[in-house]
């Protein structure tokens, strides 16, 4: 049997119309945001998500808020076609996909100055520096610092953002997210507490290849020598996880032990943190894994240099 094709929808109102609709009628949400150039690892959260609700939603919005200027928007791989076709592969399909042109395009700033941002050393997102009269950010302020919120200063800002815009455009009453970007996950999940959306957001584990390399929409850029050396990630982790099984119970050594598995592979680490999954803080002493505080969880951000 044909799959269903999915209602194409780029308008934020008639988002909000088709939502409000469902809603009318009983049905349940499940939404699924995405950036496109999607793989099996997006189509697993949508098979998650069947699981939650009568209707699927995914969006497909590339969102200029969480890239400084010198980072890769310009580049980010782009095909919405072949996304739609991949979408058709899923069971149960997708109902709707909102693919927006833009987000943040509301003319000019208010008061006259900083419209284009930028100014006196501040760091700010692709979406200031093109001009666009966006003032209002959502921070989390505590989960954002540190990890990849230190190299990337306005990525989780921009993130957090987008993703309490797209639920007040989309209206779901489940969100489904992968915990590949980890951090993100949990900012994610703790903007949805503070702020009470009446949303329930699932993470779900990595979607990995068959040789361990974590799937992700820009591996097209990796060089297949760079796909060898980013292979060295998962085994890093995979090596830390049996060492801790096994016994080792000093942090140090565990972190220590992924930093050299990726360094010994000729990659790059930006950094390398064994953090408790409940209260996120650092994890020093040693760790006593009867301890719920000590179950933990470590968090690495690999380095590599994107095309221009």
């Known amino acids: 049997m044909a799959q269903k094709q999915p209602l194409i929808v780029r308008d934020k109102n008639q988002m909000r119309n088709w939502s409000r609709s469902m809603r009318s009628q009983s049905k349940l949400i499940a939404f699924v945001p995405t950036m496109g150039y999607l793989h ?5 959260l949508i098979t998650e998500a069947h699981k939650h609700a009568n209707v699927v939603a995914v969006s497909i919005y590339v969102n200029p808020g969480q890239f400084s200027p010198n980072e890769d928007l310009s580049t980010y791989p782009s095909d919405f076609e072949g996304d739609v076709q991949k979408l058709l592969s899923v069971p149960g399909g997708v109902d709707v996909v909102f693919n927006p042109k833009n987000l943040y395009d509301y003319g000019e700033s208010e008061g006259g100055e900083g419209g284009g941002g930028g100014g006196g050393g501040e760091v700010v997102s692709c979406v200031e520096k093109s001009g666009l009269g966006h003032e209002s950010w959502v921070r989390v302020e505590k989960l954002e610092k540190g990890l990849c919120g230190k190299s990337r200063p306005v990525f989780f800002r921009g993130v ?51 040789d361990g390399l974590a799937m992700s929409s820009r591996n097209v850029h990796l060089s297949s020598e760079e796909r060898e050396k980013a292979l060295s990630i998962n085994k890093s982790l995979s090596r830390a996880k049996s060492a801790a099984e096994d016994g080792q119970i000093q942090c140090e050594k565990l972190r220590n032990l992924v930093i050299q598995c990726i360094t010994d592979a000729g990659g790059r680490i ?31 951000n690999y380095l590599h240099t994107l095309p221009p």
């Open 40 to 44: 099996q690892g997006h189509l697993s």
């Open 270 to 300: 930006d950094y390398a943190e064994v953090r408790c999954k409940y209260f996120w803080s650092i994890i020093k002493s040693p760790l006593n894994l009867s301890r719920k505080a000590h179950n933990f969880t470590i968090l690495l």
């Open 160 to 210: 957090a953002t987008i993703v309490a815009k797209l639920f007040n455009i989309v209206e779901p009453d489940v969100a489904v997210f992968g915990k590949k970007d980890y951090q993100q996950w949990r900012v994610i999940q703790r903007m949805v507490r503070d702020l009470d959306f009446s949303i329930k957001v699932i993470g779900c584990e990595i979607t990995r290849e068959n």
